[in-house]
């Protein structure tokens, strides 16, 4: 395993993240098998772990908490806050209230007393950043969080806190954590280039483009999941009927390079010079199984053209797979 800097921290970290939204009942409710998932990571040389207090409602948080024990040491650790948590209207959010109670159920959930990187799930029109980095800094310099990280930021976003941090002598956020993949790649234009220049660590989710890119679905085998996003899988939406030519295209790519769908895509966002790391959120084994190869993988600059051919660098298919767009274009922000 060829493990990588995470940004200017010191850190290193495994090329792919092991991501557990699955490990639940979002996913497979079995806990014997999620501990069996996590184990079958680490084994393989997997150092790196992401969860979220979000993630069917804490349990997940569990789940890994019980996998790490006698392992713990061994992992770099993180996890997110800000989705609601309850009914509470302050059991939600990046504020100081907020940040002190989440950080301390997930280290309960986590079984432990500290959080290798802590990080906020989505920025938050409504709260003042430098709110958000005084409380997560006074985290650090108690030793419960090492590391503080944003997630789905846009890069004015970034841009925005890195200044707060540094007029305002805050820790800064030393990681951004976007969705990237063939068919989201909209990030490549102002995302990727604003972390590189602060040094970021970059770790990217969906890289199968929840399950576009998984190799089951093409060649008039359409999605059909209503789970997350209906957008996002709607086949009425003209920007997914380009999404599924799209697959079928890249499909052939993967075939002409003795790829399977699942290896090309990881592999292609992990040989972004910018990204540190690949967070891939296996539901069962398998798909574990199907993910590793793709650290033996390296695409020539001939699949990599080819792939541009399909998808053009800089360019997402359906905007509403940018979700760090949610927050920023919205009707108020518009000129009508």
Not at 288 to 303: G, Q
Request: glycine letters at 8%; charged letters at 25%; proline letters at 6%.
């Amino acid at each position: 395993m060829e493990y990588r800097p995470l940004g200017r921290t010191g850190v290193r970290v495994s090329p792919l993240c092991l991501g557990t939204m699955m490990l639940g009942p979002w996913g497979d409710d079995d806990e014997p098998a999620a501990v069996r998932i996590v184990h079958a990571a680490l084994d393989a040389g997997v150092n790196f772990v992401d969860t979220a207090d979000i993630y069917a409602d804490g349990r997940s948080e569990e789940i890994v908490g019980k996998a790490l024990k006698g392992r713990r040491d061994d992992v770099v650790l993180a996890t997110k806050f800000f989705n609601p948590m309850g009914d509470d209207p302050n059991h939600r959010g990046s504020s100081r209230r907020w940040i002190f109670r989440a950080v301390e159920d997930s280290l309960r959930r986590l079984q432990t007393d500290y959080l290798d990187l802590y990080q906020v799930h989505r920025p938050s029109p409504d709260t003042d950043v430098a709110e958000t980095l005084g409380a997560l800094s006074d985290l650090v310099h108690q030793g419960k969080v090492r590391l503080i990280g944003s997630s789905s930021f846009s890069a004015s976003g970034i841009v925005e806190a890195q200044w707060t941090a540094r007029e305002r002598h805050l820790e800064r956020f030393a990681t951004e954590q976007p969705p990237y993949s063939m068919l989201v790649r909209g990030i490549e234009s102002d995302v990727l280039p604003t972390a590189q220049r602060h040094g970021m660590g970059v770790l990217t989710y969906s890289p199968l483009c929840a399950g576009w890119l998984s190799g089951k679905w093409g060649g008039g085998n359409a999605p059909t999941s209503r789970s997350r996003a209906a957008v996002r899988f709607d086949m009425t939406v003209p920007a997914n009927q380009r999404k599924l030519d799209a697959v079928d295209r890249l499909q052939q790519v993967a075939d002409d390079a003795g790829l399977s769908m699942t290896e090309l895509a990881i592999a292609f966002v992990i040989r972004h010079p910018a990204v540190t790391s690949a967070i891939v959120g296996p539901r069962t084994m398998t798909h574990l199984e199907t993910a590793l190869p793709a650290l033996d993988v390296t695409l020539s600059d001939d699949v990599l053209d080819a792939i541009d051919a399909i998808v053009a660098p800089g360019v997402t298919l359906n905007p509403d797979d940018d979700s760090y767009g949610e927050n920023e274009l919205t009707p108020a922000a518009r000129r009508r």
